[in-house]
């Protein structure tokens, strides 16, 4: 069997590792000419981690991480509204929350894959199939050909558009800005900061570097010069506790990144025939919950082990697209709504969201993270 991946970002190079740990010859096209990653963080929670240790990828991984020992749910003056410790974490859920570099974790797949035939510059214009394969264009008028094809193409698809998978963009009403500052991590509490339709996220990388993140309820479509953007930032979260104005000032304007928030309404199918779709491509999720890769991670674990286990491609296909589309909506949906709850500008119903938090106990919290972080997707089953 040959299966061709189009997008070789962090679910279509998962892909790639899964395919060939499993037998089946893979070729990945990337329309960028150079494999590499914004400069912003990512988390990767246990399912993810469990997902990718189970290829092979730890001692790689381990030597980019950061594990925060702490993390928080505070108040724009600092106050503490929930708190969890690694420890906790992990006595409930197996292992941390991983926080990675981007371009490092990119770079960990990347090296992996140096065995999988990735074709850079390769941007996907179009796909057509009969009953004995699929063929893909490319706007370098090159084409291939193989027995099955993964558009894992991201948020704006070729892939899906060619396929009519419906499911229109929607954008959430907030953007969010994104960078990386040198700042001294020892003693430094991961976590996010909540105010009245702005947020503030942070988490240490390694190499004593910071990830953040900031929100605010704005119009699609926004744009302004670099510096404007940090001048702005700075009169936005001035009066936020520490070290966030700092983060920001130490983060140059240049490099930090603006992304309006999108997803789509959960589809009841991802493909036809010889093609589907994984990660952003089928299933996109505001970043609330931090499972964005991580689901992409897990659906390719899921692809390689239906593809492998079967020799009808195409009920291999709809096998994995029936056990993964009931877990994505879940989490898409959940996603959504805890933007929505966060994301609230009324004062007053920010101090009940607030007081809510506080309240809710450890136990129900752990009940919801382990339904969402707790899943392990065995590749060999």
Same mark, same amino acid.
């Given at each position: 069997?040959?299966?061709?991946?189009?997008?070789?970002?962090?679910?279509?190079?998962?892909?790639?590792?899964?395919?060939?740990?499993?037998?089946?010859?893979?070729?990945?096209?990337?329309?960028?000419?150079?494999?590499?990653?914004?400069?912003?963080?990512?988390?990767?929670?246990?399912?993810?981690?469990?997902?990718?240790?189970?290829?092979?990828?730890?001692?790689?991984?381990?030597?980019?991480?950061?594990?925060?020992?702490?993390?928080?749910?505070?108040?724009?003056?600092?106050?503490?509204?929930?708190?969890?410790?690694?420890?906790?974490?992990?006595?409930?859920?197996?292992?941390?929350?991983?926080?990675?570099?981007?371009?490092?974790?990119?770079?960990?797949?990347?090296?992996?894959?140096?065995?999988?035939?990735?074709?850079?510059?390769?941007?996907? +214009?179009?796909?057509?199939?009969?009953?004995?394969?699929?063929?893909?264009?490319?706007?370098?008028?090159?084409?291939?050909?193989?027995?099955?094809?993964?558009?894992?193409?991201?948020?704006?698809?070729?892939?899906?558009?060619?396929?009519?998978?419906?499911?229109?963009?929607?954008?959430?009403?907030?953007?969010?800005?994104?960078?990386?500052?040198?700042?001294?991590?020892?003693?430094?509490?991961?976590?996010?900061?909540?105010?009245?339709?702005?947020?503030?996220?942070?988490?240490?990388?390694?190499?004593?570097?910071?990830?953040?993140?900031?929100?605010?309820?704005?119009?699609?479509?926004?744009?302004?010069?670099?510096?404007?953007?940090?001048?702005?930032?700075?009169?936005?979260?001035?009066?936020?506790?520490?070290?966030?104005?700092?983060?920001?000032?130490?983060?140059?304007?240049?490099?930090?990144?603006?992304?309006?928030?999108?997803?789509?309404?959960?589809?009841?199918?991802?493909?036809?025939? +010889?093609?589907?779709?994984?990660?952003?491509?089928?299933?996109?999720?505001?970043?609330?919950?931090?499972?964005?890769?991580?689901?992409?991670?897990?659906?390719?674990?899921?692809?390689?082990?239906?593809?492998?286990?079967?020799?009808?491609?195409?009920?291999?296909?709809?096998?994995?697209?029936?056990?993964?589309?009931?877990?994505?909506?879940?989490?898409?949906?959940?996603?959504?709504?805890?933007?929505?709850?966060?994301?609230?500008?009324?004062?007053?119903?920010?101090?009940?969201?607030?007081?809510?938090?506080?309240?809710?106990?450890?136990?129900?919290?752990? +009940?919801?993270?382990?339904?969402?972080?707790?899943?392990?997707?065995?590749?060999?089953?």
């Amino acid at each position: 069997m040959h299966t061709i991946v189009i997008g070789a970002g962090i679910g279509g190079l998962t892909t790639a590792l899964a395919l060939k740990q499993k037998g089946i010859d893979v070729d990945v096209y990337e329309r960028t000419p150079v494999l590499t990653d914004v400069g912003a963080g990512i988390s990767l929670w246990p399912n993810a981690l469990k997902a990718l240790y189970q290829l092979g990828l730890r001692p790689a991984l381990d030597g980019v991480s950061f594990v925060s020992m702490d993390g928080a749910v505070r108040s724009r003056d600092g106050t503490v509204l929930s708190r969890t410790t690694a420890d906790q974490f992990i006595a409930r859920l197996g292992l941390p929350v991983v926080v990675f570099h981007r371009a490092d974790l990119l770079a960990v797949l990347v090296d992996a894959a140096r065995d999988v035939r990735i074709h850079t510059d390769h941007e996907g +214009r179009d796909v057509e199939q009969d009953a004995n394969g699929v063929t893909v264009q490319f706007a370098n008028r090159a084409c291939a050909r193989g027995d099955v094809l993964i558009g894992a193409d991201g948020l704006r698809s070729v892939v899906r558009d060619r396929l009519g998978v419906p499911g229109p963009l929607k954008y959430s009403g907030y953007t969010a800005w994104r960078g990386i500052a040198p700042f001294e991590t020892a003693g430094l509490m991961a976590g996010e900061t909540l105010g009245s339709g702005q947020r503030f996220g942070l988490a240490p990388i390694h190499g004593n570097r910071v990830y953040w993140y900031a929100t605010d309820n704005v119009p699609e479509g926004q744009r302004e010069p670099p510096l404007e953007t940090k001048a702005r930032l700075t009169r936005l979260f001035a009066d936020w506790h520490e070290p966030i104005p700092e983060l920001i000032q130490s983060t140059g304007a240049d490099a930090i990144l603006r992304n309006d928030i999108y997803d789509r309404d959960a589809a009841g199918r991802w493909g036809s025939g +010889r093609i589907t779709l994984l990660g952003d491509a089928a299933h996109p999720m505001t970043p609330n919950l931090g499972q964005g890769a991580c689901q992409a991670i897990e659906d390719a674990l899921v692809l390689a082990h239906h593809l492998s286990s079967g020799s009808d491609v195409e009920a291999s296909l709809r096998r994995y697209e029936s056990e993964r589309i009931p877990r994505t909506r879940w989490v898409v949906t959940a996603s959504r709504r805890v933007g929505a709850l966060l994301q609230v500008e009324s004062r007053a119903f920010g101090r009940l969201r607030d007081l809510a938090l506080r309240l809710t106990p450890a136990t129900a919290t752990y +009940r919801t993270l382990k339904r969402l972080a707790g899943y392990e997707g065995h590749l060999n089953r």
